[in-house]
């Protein structure tokens, strides 16, 4: 789109510089009867031959309001191509605002997305671990009732239990976290 704006204001420029050099002439002038008539300063020309003087008044005075006429238009153009351009500029700005709030919308959500998906593995890595201590301590009840653990393995299991107890700590205190 930039690329399609660029050629826009290039040829305006071109326009505009245009109508500022034909301005610096002469200008011609077409009456309603199709004659075709060249103004510089106060001589009027028709073919290359001044006919000032032969002309009359009305004619002058129509000569002169068409001219004038000419010039509101050009004036009129030349305004309405300013607003023009400022609406373009106003637009360009307003697009890139937009694209500019459109970036920190999706980088908040990413953000989020990452932080839900953090907060749901925290999640299962705490089940995790409260399933494996649930499993390793009916295990060491069932054994224990059974007498088929000696003093020695009774201290390996309650080791084995307390690390994970820890570890089920550690990932409820990780998930309360990131549930903040």
């Known amino acids: 789109m930039k690329k399609y704006m660029m050629k826009y204001q290039k040829l305006i420029y071109c326009l505009l ?9 002469s200008e011609r002038v077409i009456t309603a009867d199709g004659k075709v008539y060249e103004v510089k300063g106060s001589s009027i020309k028709n073919n290359g031959d001044d006919v000032t003087e032969s002309l009359t008044e009305d004619r002058k005075a129509e000569i002169e309001t068409i001219l ?9 153009a030349e305004q309405l191509q ?9 637009l360009e700005k307003a697009q890139k605002e937009a ?23 925290a999640r299962e890595d705490y089940l995790k671990a409260k399933k494996r201590l649930e499993s ?12 088929k653990l000696s003093p020695n ?3 390996k299991w309650e080791e084995k239990l307390k690390t994970l107890e820890e570890d089920l700590n550690e990932a409820q205190m990780e998930m309360n976290n990131l549930n903040k």
Do not use: F, M, W
């Open 99 to 121: 694209e500019k709030k459109q970036d920190e919308i999706e980088e908040k959500q990413k953000a989020l997305e990452e932080k839900i998906e953090a907060q749901e593995e």
């Open 17 to 25: 510089v245009g109508l500022t050099v034909s301005c610096g002439s």
């Open 153 to 155: 393995d009774i201290e």
């Open 136 to 147: 390793k301590q009916q295990k060491y009840i069932k054994l224990k009732d059974k007498g």
């Open 82 to 90: 300013s607003k023009l351009e400022d609406q373009q500029k106003e």
């Open 68 to 76: 004038e006429t000419k010039r509101k238009a050009e004036e009129e």
